[in-house]
């Protein structure tokens, strides 16, 4: 567990566990693959500039500003949603690492009970570890996803997510994939949208209001995880770049900026590492503790690791 984002942690195997479980996966029928393929939105490629002019957290490494060039690529417009995650466990069998484990971590206010779990890890209680919690049981016993098919996966591992793309014949996008992608054409703004939080007096992302962590006044409609093409798209037509769920990239977390010579051309991160990245910020994000809902924003998390409020996206070339 690291970063701005706790998860499980891995006790029974290790990474190349996960990871050859992972590439186990069969690979789905090729008209399954084609039709995955389909949905991608196509990105043209181009310059821009990643990153912001400055950071509030300096081991995050979202600042300075850096040129990048990318390739064409294909995104997804949303989010995997639980019922693509249920129509990939039914095909394959997988098991998360969340149920191979036997439990994650839940928001407390998300509990009907929190006292009956009483374990957090250090310095943030609000986060619960529960016997059960996995990404069809998302609260843990009792819970399940009825009702919130169109909601992101959640209590996904980057191993998780891997498996899903391995079936799928695609991948996670990079971190530059990924900003740019998110940015939906725009140039040096916090949001999809522009610099304003709330455009135009109305909320434009699902994150926290009230105060952070135990009152939450839902002024945006959502406690939890909100339908993956809730609110307005972005430029290039994607959901849900900020706030709702952290999404898995690709790319391995370096504990420094990023180095030249610029501009960085299809960057991928490190070859090497124990932390992947995760992007966007998530439902639980508030200025009071951690404002990462700007389209800039990047925390990190070990591979193993899975939470109540992350997920991924998927990407082709």
């Known amino acids: ?7 499980t942690g891995s006790t029974l ?16 029928p090729a008209e399954v693959r084609a039709e995955l393929a389909e949905c991608l939105l196509p990105i043209r490629g181009g310059f821009f500039e ?30 995997c949603t639980n019922a693509d995650y249920a129509r990939f466990v039914e095909a394959t069998g997988y098991q998360t690492i969340a149920e191979a484990e036997g439990w994650s971590y839940v928001f407390h206010l998300l509990l009907d009970d929190p006292a009956r779990w009483p374990v957090s890890p250090p310095g943030v209680p609000w986060w619960r570890r529960v016997d059960g919690a996995c990404w069809h049981a998302p609260e843990g016993p009792g819970s399940d996803v009825a009702g919130r098919a169109d909601h992101p996966v959640v209590h996904v591992a980057w191993f998780d997510a891997l498996a899903y793309c391995h079936w799928a014949g695609l991948r996670m996008p990079s971190e530059a994939q990924w900003e740019y992608a998110a940015r939906g054409g725009l140039e040096r703004k916090k949001f999809p949208w522009g610099n304003e939080m709330m455009p135009d007096g109305r909320h434009a992302m699902n994150t926290w209001q009230g105060r952070f962590p135990h009152e939450n006044d839902a002024a945006d409609g959502h406690v939890g995880t909100a339908p993956v093409d809730a609110y307005a798209p972005n430029g290039y037509g994607l959901y849900n770049t900020c706030g709702n769920v952290w999404e898995w990239t690709g790319d391995f977390y370096t504990p420094g900026p990023p180095e030249g010579p610029f501009p960085l051309r299809d960057p991928t991160g490190p070859a090497e590492g124990t932390a992947r990245i995760q992007r966007g910020g998530s439902y639980l994000c508030h200025v009071s503790y951690c404002d990462r809902y700007h389209v800039h924003s990047r925390t990190r998390n070990d591979p193993d690791s899975s939470a109540g409020n992350a997920g991924f996206r998927i990407a082709g070339i």
């Open 13 to 28: 195997r290790g990474d190349a566990d996960w990871l050859a479980e992972a590439r186990a996966v069969p690979a789905a």
């Open 1 to 7: 567990m690291q970063g701005g984002c706790c998860g």
């Open 50 to 79: 990643m990153g912001a002019r400055k950071t509030r957290f300096r081991e995050d490494y979202d600042a300075p500003r850096r040129r990048v060039k990318l390739s064409d690529f294909r995104i997804a417009a949303t989010a």
